[in-house]
């Protein structure tokens, strides 16, 4: 059974801490996101990473960024985590054809106090 | 950037078939038509995708217009568990796969 499995389901920290969100997928995928997702704004694009060491900024890509050492890891980093990242974040994988589905974590809750 | 747009929500009758809209005017040729959905407190799911034909799978079908600006995702029998909110997505050139708000799916028993 495919999986992609996010490091915690709920995370609360303190503004101002650096936050580590970890994904990882074993698929062998070549595409990895990041996505937050928040109440009437459905999922926007934070990050995107198609390769080991490459990175793409999606639509929100400010106050986060990303680390892919690992083909199967890819991390999101809240260098200094504020009240408005409080959100629900989302990772997904996918391969690189466009005639393929991704496949999403479960999420990790993130509270910013 | 690529966009779709759909009607934030719908109701169905259990056991009726759901028509789910959703309009990608800015649709290129080789963009291809994704849906999937979300069930409360988990991560969207797939359920099916094309690119010109329509398709069919265990879960759905997709019926997409001959312009391809528009398709409609089709459930032929609601049931309760279907309830969910439904994402159509773009999945473009650049490997993105783009989100809209979705549309809320209300099955009524």
């Known amino acids: 059974d495919v999986k992609v499995t996010q490091s915690s389901r709920y995370l609360v920290k303190r503004t101002g801490e650096k936050v580590f969100l970890e994904c990882v997928q074993d698929m062998d995928h070549e595409n990895m996101f990041w996505y937050r997702q928040d109440p009437g704004l459905g999922l926007r694009l934070i990050y995107f990473s198609y390769d080991v060491k490459m990175k793409e900024k999606g639509d929100i890509p400010e106050g986060y960024s990303v680390s892919r050492e690992k083909k199967e890891r890819f991390s999101l980093i809240l260098e200094s985590a504020s009240t408005n990242q409080t959100s629900m974040y989302l990772c997904?994988?996918?391969?690189?054809?466009?005639?393929?589905?991704?496949?999403f974590g479960q999420g990790t809750r993130l509270t910013v106090v | 950037d690529a966009k779709t747009t759909q009607p934030n929500s719908m109701e169905s009758n259990e056991e009726e078939p759901v028509h789910l809209p959703c309009n990608h005017s800015t649709i290129s040729g080789t963009d291809y038509i994704h849906w999937y959905r979300q069930l409360p407190s988990q991560g969207p799911e797939y359920v099916i995708h094309?690119?010109?034909s329509n398709v069919n799978n265990r879960m759905a079908s997709l019926a997409i217009a001959e312009d391809r600006k528009s398709s409609t995702l089709i459930l032929h029998r609601a049931t309760l568990r279907d309830a969910a909110v439904y994402y159509c997505i773009l999945r473009v050139t650049g490997n993105q796969f783009y989100f809209g708000t979705g549309t809320s799916l209300t099955v009524i028993p």
């Open positions: 094309g690119l010109t």
């Open positions: 997904a994988s996918s391969g690189q054809s466009l005639n393929t589905e991704a496949f």
